[in-house]
T-cell receptor
Framework: GNSVTQMEGPVTLSEEAFLTINCTYT??????LFWYVQYPGEGLQLLLK?????DKGSNKGFEATYRKETTSFHLEKGSVQVSDSAVYFC????????????FGKGTKLTVNP | EAGVAQSPRYKIIEKRQSVAFWCNPI?????LYWYQQILGQGPKLLIQ????????DSQLPKDRFSAERLKGVDSTLKIQPAKLEDSAVYLC???????????FGPGTRLTVL
């Protein structure tokens, strides 16, 4: 079946540190890939997405590149801020049909000043 | 533009009681999803509607869970009777379809005692 595996959390960084959250997937076919973010007390928000191999999604300084050869979609940010503290979810979906999202377990990020 | 609305935000019930959640999607969004998010896990799809028809309910525990979307707008999700393992956050999401992404509501946190 289709699944997403994220690195175990929690992750704690100091402000301005470099962030990487690993995400790999298993899928039959070629899914679209997403990163969602959940800030404390809020709902899930779409952070970025990529719909085909070698696409790079980017938003708010975050980036992720769709790597078909390694079935990965790692999230990166060059310099994190305290306001980036949240839970980050990697997810996949197939265009057409159900288009339901299959999520990883989430990675909690805490950024300290 | 108003987002996805859900109510109640919090609910505490005892096992074997019934509970219902309500969702109002973004205006014009034909597709509506209900996800269950157990603590420490990513959201899992329970049911997907396209207008007022069910697209996918393969992971809905139909012996106790039911959902409807009358008139293709608002939706309700019901649990009857509740079990301890139903304690979770229930998320509603809506979309226009395609790869435009899903928009999530704030969720309803259910605690079953």
């Amino acid at each position: 079946g289709n699944s997403v595996t994220q690195m175990e959390g929690p992750v704690t960084l100091s402000e301005e540190a470099f962030l990487t959250i690993n995400c790999t997937y298993t899928a039959t076919g070629y899914p679209s890939l997403f990163w969602y973010v959940q800030y404390p007390g809020e709902g899930l928000q779409l952070l970025l997405k990529a719909t085909k191999a070698d696409d790079k999604g980017s938003n708010k300084g975050f980036e992720a590149t769709y790597r078909k050869e390694t079935t990965s979609f790692h999230l990166e940010k060059g310099s994190v801020q305290v306001s980036d503290s949240a839970v980050y979810f990697c997810a996949l979906s197939f265009q057409g049909g159900s288009e339901k999202l299959v999520f990883g377990k989430g990675t909690k990020l805490t950024v300290n000043p | 533009e108003a987002g996805v609305a859900q109510s109640p935000r919090y609910k505490i019930i005892e096992k074997r009681q019934s509970v219902a959640f309500w969702c109002n999607p973004i205006s014009g969004h034909a597709t509506l999803y209900w996800y269950q998010q157990i603590l420490g896990q990513g959201p899992k799809l329970l049911i997907q509607f396209q207008n007022n028809g069910v697209v996918d309910d393969s992971q809905l525990p139909k012996d106790r869970f039911s959902a409807e979307r009358l008139k293709g707008v608002d939706s309700t999700l019901k649990i009857q009777p509740a079990k301890l393992e139903d304690s979770a956050v229930y998320l509603c999401a809506s979309s226009l379809g395609g790869m435009l992404g899903q928009f999530f509501g704030p969720g309803t946190r259910l605690t079953v005692l």
